[in-house]
């Protein structure tokens, strides 16, 4: 079993404001701050001026899954039920070995070792999307990496990793 270490907490830590929905700890980085401001709508032309398309449509970014790759799945499943006070499954083999546990709204939250040698511990947001290509081809045109490409998980649907500034993320399509 992992010690718990104050490098391990920070990691956590860190790793939990990446994901959207942390600006409630971070009040200056309020997602509608430059709207606000300027008191005019946003435009995809102008850079300087906060565009989102998601509330054209009235929906907001959802989290699918959120994975965790931890040498120490039993640590982690252990810590998470805790702070949480929730369950884990069984290890999904369709989730490269993921045991998992409910998001409110659907999603899911997955704790699997690395499946490879050089895969490092990480926690990856997979953004649920409509169209996984042409996601994939903003990402692209946007300067990220793409590290897997559209991948079917049967019963699941599909993800892509990307990556940018060596910050990974994920794509989700149902």
Same mark, same amino acid.
């Given at each position: 079993m992992s010690k718990i270490t104050r490098r391990n907490i920070l990691r956590v830590g860190?790793?939990?404001?990446?994901?959207?929905?942390?600006?409630?700890?971070?009040?200056?980085?309020?997602?509608?701050?430059?709207?606000?401001?300027?008191?005019?709508?946003?435009?995809?032309?102008?850079?300087?001026?906060?565009?989102?398309?998601? =509330?054209? @449509?009235?929906?907001?970014?959802?989290?699918?899954?959120? +994975?965790?790759?931890?040498?120490? %799945?039993? !640590? *982690?499943?252990?810590?998470?039920?805790?702070?949480?006070?929730?369950?884990?499954?069984?290890?999904?083999?369709?989730?490269?070995?993921?045991?998992?546990?409910?998001?409110?709204?659907?999603?899911?939250?997955?704790?699997?070792?690395?499946?490879?040698? =050089?895969? @490092?511990?990480?926690?990856?947001?997979?953004?649920?999307? +409509?169209?996984?290509?042409?996601? %994939?081809? !903003? *990402?692209?045109?946007?300067?990220?990496?793409?590290?897997?490409?559209?991948?079917?998980?049967?019963?699941?649907?599909?993800?892509?990793?990307?990556?940018?500034?060596?910050?990974?993320?994920?794509?989700?399509?149902?």
């Amino acid at each position: 079993m992992s010690k718990i270490t104050r490098r391990n907490i920070l990691r956590v830590g860190l790793a939990w404001l990446s994901f959207p929905g942390a600006f409630i700890l971070n009040p200056g980085c309020m997602p509608d701050q430059d709207k606000k401001a300027s008191n005019e709508e946003g435009s995809p032309h102008d850079p300087l001026k906060v565009f989102d398309k998601s =509330t054209d @449509k009235g929906n907001a970014m959802k989290i699918q899954y959120l +994975e965790f790759v931890t040498p120490d %799945v039993d !640590a *982690a499943c252990a810590l998470y039920s805790q702070m949480y006070g929730v369950a884990f499954g069984k290890a999904d083999r369709n989730l490269g070995g993921a045991r998992t546990a409910n998001l409110a709204g659907g999603g899911m939250m997955g704790i699997r070792a690395p499946l490879r040698d =050089t895969e @490092k511990p990480v926690v990856r947001p997979y953004v649920l999307v +409509e169209d996984i290509h042409a996601s %994939v081809e !903003a *990402a692209t045109e946007a300067g990220a990496e793409i590290a897997m490409t559209p991948t079917e998980i049967e019963g699941y649907g599909q993800f892509v990793i990307v990556i940018q500034d060596g910050i990974e993320s994920g794509l989700w399509q149902l």
